[in-house]
């Protein structure tokens, strides 16, 4: 599948302001270059084979790839052979309307969704720039995640499956939709057909020993029962029973059921419950490449595709082929671009590239946009040639840095250049997003509880109070009832620390700058080294286990400072991660004895204190685990809100050329942004 990174047209060169001196006797003969318009098809039969053809240029910058107007180059090429022909062009896709400028409502798909922090921000964005991005389609395998992303947007479409499954479902929904959609058909069964939903159908005339098909409510690929052979399913209602007694059943199964898939793929179609190809506008995502981690210590560094964690991103760029939206937003660690000469990150240009899409890649630290967090991310845009590629945005805040980006990639730094000046918004830090939470202790299991103290910061105001916003308008009724009641305070609990981790997190000062150094019998030699004081008998705990453990003597060589190390308020994290460990990171609250909370890592995050956290998991030890995992895997929600922003921007042409663009003042805080910067 790798292969397809490499399936380009030898003959397509791309124009570029790139200068290089190269010695007379290098060249061989001349050749024709002409300019062709842009399109998706792929199609260059109208080009002579002795000719190259370009149809995009490139600048280093961004490693932007971009649409040429057919104007532009005339006067800049050189070569008295250049003249302009178009390719053929078809429809961009034959299920897709023609092209509309300025359109502005637009659906979004969110692979690897998690519990929605990408297409939550996303969206947040684009409606302050007066796009109307929805969030139509979600996906995920993470049924923890799925729950959470279900509870906060009841719209969406959630699917909890992997993305291998989901892709060979769209396959298979084509051509349902072939076979039984037609535009007459919708029409005169539109008031016929029973909607999908719960029900019990009367069951008066069937016998009660048969089971006979009454209609069918869902539709998946792969194997749900987990006792079959992977392929199409449909979730079938049984006559006489209700939903408790659906089950999934093959579609090879129901050859006498014509009529019932008929219904559901007409109304399924319908109500859209799954995309078409072109009936997509903007797909998003962060497809999983533990393979490339730096914590994965059998990674392929030579042949990476071979590592079968790397190979969603693969499957990221088939569905983008297949389904051929208008923008692709696809974000990853930055290890892409550190690991096997960033293979990975070049693949998923390369496959844009071969699909004609516009693309460009920048690398954004959430603490640039109103965060105590750094978290450096890479995010890689797409669109299609006819649209506006959208800029970056530009940081609207000082940020504390923590780490650096590869040297190779510089010019991908989305960031102020050094001699422009800026005046940006003071660096959030931890006090900004803590000071007004309640305090709580190491066992702390409530859910949810009220607010004790007024907001005492911008962001605390503005993540109080954005909810509307994240969940669409409410209905009267709704907001009838949050104006008389009390505003809450949910997910504010820790996980819990075991007795033994409790007894060490007590000894650790209240002081800036603490950690498992300051602990009784640690001491730090002048090679910063520490290790235990070879004059003084080991502490032990009560458990009779070492109050220092050897673990984190030796963890890089004993020189981290992050082992039980405690936050302090004027500072900020490098990353929240997907799995509080407290031996290996600096977790502790500032001034309390415990972990920073569910909530507290919201807040690190993003997410408005609205935003609920949910999952199945009946351990409670093991639901903590999979509600810090969602959060520290999402996208910090102001970075996709500031790129969901310059997207609706470049849809409705309020943007330039420049591969950046200023955000409006006060934007990070600010809850009617629409407008031009």
């Known amino acids: 599948m790798e292969d397809q990174a490499q399936s380009h047209d030898p003959r397509r060169v791309f124009y570029s302001d790139l200068k290089d001196d190269n010695a007379l006797d290098c060249i061989v003969s001349k050749v024709s270059i002409v300019q062709v318009s842009p399109c998706v098809d792929n199609q260059s039969k109208s080009i002579p084979s002795s000719q190259y053809y370009y149809d995009m240029k490139y600048s280093q910058n961004y490693s932007t790839f971009s649409t040429l107007e057919m104007e532009d180059t005339h006067a800049k090429l050189q070569s008295s052979q250049v003249s302009s022909i178009s390719m053929k062009k078809e429809d961009f896709n034959k299920t897709q309307k023609s092209h509309v400028p300025n359109k502005k409502d637009l ?212 569905i983008i082929q297949f389904l051929r939206p208008k923008y692709v937003c696809m974000e990853n660690v930055l290890d892409i671009l550190k690991f096997a ?155 819990a620390l075991g007795n033994d981790n409790y007894l060490r997190v007590l000894q650790i000062p209240k002081k800036k700058g603490a950690n498992f150094r300051d602990l009784p019998g640690v001491i730090v030699g002048s090679d910063n080294v520490a290790k235990l004081d070879p004059t003084k008998e080991r502490v032990l705990l009560p458990s009779g286990r070492p109050l220092v453990l050897d673990c984190v003597l030796t963890y890089e060589d004993g020189r981290c400072l992050r082992p039980f190390g405690r936050l302090w308020w004027d500072e900020v994290v490098g990353t929240v991660l997907t799995c509080p460990n407290i031996r290996m990171q600096a977790l502790i609250h500032p001034a309390q004895d415990r972990l920073l909370t569910v909530r507290e890592s919201a807040r690190l995050q993003g997410f408005p204190d609205s935003y609920r956290f949910r999952g199945t998991v009946k351990d409670r030890y093991l639901l903590m685990l999979f509600l810090y995992r969602q959060i520290g895997n999402a996208v910090a929600v102001p970075v996709g809100r500031a790129l969901g922003y310059a997207l609706a921007m470049a849809n409705l042409n309020k943007t330039g050329n420049d591969p950046l663009m200023a955000l409006p003042p006060k934007f990070a805080f600010s809850h009617n942004i629409e407008g031009t910067p």
Request: hydrophobic share 35%; charged share 25%.
């Open 107 to 318: 659906s979004l798909l969110d692979l690897y969704c998690g519990c929605g922090g990408m297409s939550t921000g996303l969206c947040l964005g684009a409606r302050g720039g007066g796009v109307n991005l929805v969030t139509r389609w979600a996906v995920d395998d993470d049924e923890v995640a799925c729950e959470s992303f279900r509870m906060n947007h009841p719209e969406t479409r959630v699917r909890n499956e992997t993305t291998d499954d989901f892709l060979e479902l769209l396959k298979e929904w084509q051509k349902l939709c072939k076979q039984y959609v037609k535009e007459s058909e919708v029409k005169d069964n539109a008031d016929a057909i029973t909607e999908f939903g719960n029900g019990t159908p009367d069951d008066s005339a069937v016998p009660p020993e048969e089971l006979e098909v009454w209609k069918l409510v869902d539709i998946c690929f792969g194997d749900p029962n987990n006792v079959r052979k992977r392929c199409l399913y449909f979730k079938v209602r049984w006559k006489g029973y209700g939903p408790n007694d659906d089950t999934w059943e093959p579609i090879e199964g129901l050859g006498n059921c014509n009529d019932a898939i008929k219904d559901f793929v007409i109304e399924g179609h319908k109500r859209k419950i799954l995309p078409l190809p072109g009936a997509v506008d903007v797909v998003c995502g962060g497809p999983p490449c533990q393979g490339i981690s730096g914590y994965n210590r059998n990674r392929e560094f030579d042949e990476p595709f071979k590592c079968e964690k790397n190979k969603q991103i693969i499957v990221f760029m088939d």
């Open 341 to 495: 000469d960033a293979t990975l990150a070049r693949y998923a240009i390369s496959r844009l590239i071969g699909m004609h899409y516009q693309s460009k890649l920048g690398i954004m630290a959430a603490g640039c946009y109103g965060l105590p967090q750094f978290r450096m991310r890479v995010f890689l845009l797409g669109c299609h040639p006819e649209e506006k590629l959208p800029p970056f945005p530009l940081p609207t805040h000082g940020a504390i840095v923590k780490n650096s980006c590869p040297l190779a990639f510089e010019l991908n730094l989305v960031g102020w250049s050094d001699s422009t000046a800026v005046q940006l918004e003071t660096p959030i830090v931890l006090e900004d997003i803590l000071s007004d939470l309640p305090k709580v202790g190491n066992t702390e299991d409530r859910d949810e509880m009220p607010y004790v103290k007024a907001p005492q910061t911008e962001f605390q105001r503005y993540i109080r109070t954005f909810s509307s916003e994240v969940q669409g308008p409410k209905s009267h009724a709704a907001k009838s009832k949050s104006k008389k009641s009390k505003p809450k305070l949910y997910d504010h609990r820790p996980l």
